[in-house]
């Protein structure tokens, strides 16, 4: 079945430097979204994505859907301790569902 | 709109105890959507209605697991008999339509011992 990876796991960076966590599917993919979650929160969509190289940006987050439509990425510049939390990426294959990756935890330090 | 709202936000049980996890989708939503969230699996979605009616449960664990929407503003996800691997934090979404953003609800955080 369909699989989605995310990389890395964790990362902790110095807050002002950038991030960007990696979604990869085995799968040609029909859309993706992007969710944040918050330490002892829940998922919050922030947003979806659909056409081949499409890029979009959500103030400092640049969000990317690769040409194959089999990966994607969420880059954050300048990150700031607001952007603590696990980010998500999850995949559908022209059906109803999303196959989540297993998120990336961000940490920023101070 | 309250959001989606799940009930009860943590729930501790014993073993071999029944358990059922209660959501109210947003009004007007056809979807919804039960994960279970770990640290191990991840966010793996268990089951999905459209329109009170479920379309795939193939996520359901066991037999153990049901799940029910009788209506377009209430749906259940019970556990007969519970055990402590089922211990996890069981969400509830909503979206307008299929492959559209889903609205989270707060959680349960079962917990099983």
Known sequence: ?110 | DAGVIQSPRHEVTEMGQEVTLRCKPISGHNSLFWYRQTMMRGLELLIYFNNNVPIDDSGMPEDRFSAKMPNASFSTLKIQPSEPRDSAVYFCASSLARATEAFFGQGTRLTVV
């Open chain 1, 1 to 110: 079945g369909q699989q989605v990876m995310q990389i890395p796991q964790y990362q902790h960076v110095q807050e002002g430097e950038d991030f960007t966590t990696y979604c990869n599917s085995s799968t040609t993919l029909s859309n993706i979204q992007w969710y944040k979650q918050r330490p002892g929160g829940h998922p919050v969509f922030l947003i979806q994505l659909v056409k081949s190289g499409e890029v979009k940006k959500q103030k400092r987050l640049t969000f990317q859907f690769g040409e194959a439509k089999k990966n994607s990425s969420l880059h954050i510049t300048a990150t700031q301790t607001t952007d603590v939390g696990t980010y998500f990426c999850g995949g559908g294959a022209g059906s109803y569902q999303l196959t989540f990756g297993k998120g990336t935890k961000l940490s920023v330090i101070p």
